[in-house]
């Protein structure tokens, strides 16, 4: 019965349209003498699927796009009106009102301690350092020791000329 099937039908073409015809697909034959003639072997052989006609295609196409528009929405219905909010919603409201002053005051809290080290720090080298007299006292020592070696300097310029 299948072969029957297989076989190619005659088309007649009119040369003078564009209609073309459809070639038929070709089914492999199996190979009777690897597979001993068995049943099996003719199931394993591969199916050919066979080209779409383009007049379903096209049909297949109208009907996609048709039952991809969506509907449009229905109506909203109108909210109810708007009473006062419950006790526990009030509570739970506190609660969060609560948390933010503490995150704030608890961010607040630690500017305020890192300021205080900071100004602690500053103290303690404040009072590291010299006060008064004590404060330049090396440094005129040290003014004071250039112009002696000035001095000296001048006067062995000045003894060197004179005996010269």
Do not use: C, W
Request: hydrophobic fraction near 30%; glycine fraction near 4%; avoid cysteine.
């Amino acid at each position: 019965g299948g072969r029957v099937r297989d076989r190619a039908r005659p088309q007649f073409v009119d040369n003078t349209s564009s209609f073309r015809p459809i070639p038929q697909p070709q089914r492999p034959q199996p190979n009777l003498q690897q597979s001993n003639g068995s049943y099996a072997a003719l199931a394993e052989t591969p199916k050919i699927s066979r080209p779409e006609d383009p007049r379903k295609a096209a049909r297949n196409r109208v009907s996609d796009i048709t039952k991809k528009a969506d509907p449009p929405p229905p109506p909203r219905a109108p909210s109810p009106q708007k009473g006062p909010p419950s006790a526990f919603v009030v509570a739970l409201l506190r609660l969060l009102d609560a948390e933010a002053q503490l995150d704030y005051t608890l961010a607040k809290h630690q500017a305020l301690v890192l300021e205080t080290d900071m100004v602690k720090a500053q103290r303690e080298t404040l009072e590291s350092l010299p006060i008064g007299h004590e404060a330049y006292e090396e440094d005129l020592e040290k003014y004071i020791a250039e112009l002696k070696n000035q001095e000296a300097g001048e006067v062995r310029e000045d003894e060197g000329a004179t005996s010269a």
